[in-house]
């Protein structure tokens, strides 16, 4: 069964560096998500891409963030300059173009420390 | 913020039906009941989602009120595996963009042997 990947598990980084997080979406899916999840918080929703541009964006998404699909797999989410409260665990998630569902495929996540 | 209500903790035994209750009152017309789970710290996954029919898939079952003021999510026969968080989501299904997911806290499942 195909499935959302993102790489690395786990990333070690210190406040103020900059960090690219990567996901490979399911191959025929057209809509790209990042989320992100704060130890013992709330799912938070940070952005969505579709047709190379961005679609909706959260308060969390500020200038610091960026979304960019640099060839025809990977969708990448860059943090330019990490902070403390930037720690959390980041979601890729994909969805199909079909008009009766657009359910939310979901990777396994990048766990980000920023120390 | 979300528009779903659910209790914050349930414990159901191994292979009992566990039912998983949400109460969507202010849902529109146009918006659907999705579920989701979140096995500890992984990715959360698609389980079902409905409008006003009942659905089941191999996954579960979902059961929505007529009024679809609340619903019931169904797992048949609960295994340990099932130990997670579940979220009831409402969302407009989108035609021509898409839409974010809101999540609220969910329930956390908890099966017992």
């Known amino acids: 069964e195909p499935e959302v990947t993102q790489t690395p598990s786990h990333q070690v980084t210190q406040m103020g560096q900059e960090v690219i997080l990567r996901c490979v979406p399911i191959?025929?899916?057209?809509?790209f998500y990042w989320y992100r999840q704060i130890l013992g918080q709330k799912v938070e929703f940070l952005v969505s891409?579709?047709?190379?541009?961005?679609?909706?964006k959260s308060e969390i998404f500020d200038d610091q963030f960026s979304v960019e699909r640099p060839d025809g797999s990977n969708f990448t989410l860059k943090i330019r300059s990490t902070k403390l409260e930037d720690s959390a665990m980041y979601f890729c998630?994909?969805?199909?173009?079909?008009?009766?569902?657009?359910?939310?495929?979901f990777g396994p996540g990048t766990r980000l420390t920023v120390t | 913020d979300a528009k779903t209500t659910q209790p914050p903790s349930m414990d159901c035994a191994e292979g009992r039906a566990a039912n998983l209750p949400c109460n969507h009152s202010t849902i529109s017309g146009n918006e659907y009941v999705y579920w989701y789970r979140q096995i500890h710290s992984q990715g959360p996954q698609y389980i079902i989602h409905g409008l006003k029919n009942n659905e089941t898939n191999e996954m579960a079952s979902l059961i929505i009120t007529e009024d679809r003021k609340s619903s019931t999510l169904i797992l048949p026969h609960a295994t340990l595996r099932d130990t997670a968080v579940y979220y009831c989501?409402?969302?407009?299904?989108?035609?021509?963009?898409?839409?974010?997911?809101?999540w609220g806290a969910g329930t956390k499942l908890i099966i017992k042997p």
């Open positions: 891409f579709y047709n190379n541009e961005i679609s909706e």
């Open positions: 998630a994909s969805s199909a173009l079909a008009v009766s569902s657009y359910e939310q495929y």
């Open positions: 989501i409402v969302r407009v299904l989108p035609m021509d963009s898409n839409y974010q997911l809101i």
């Open positions: 191959s025929n899916h057209l809509y």
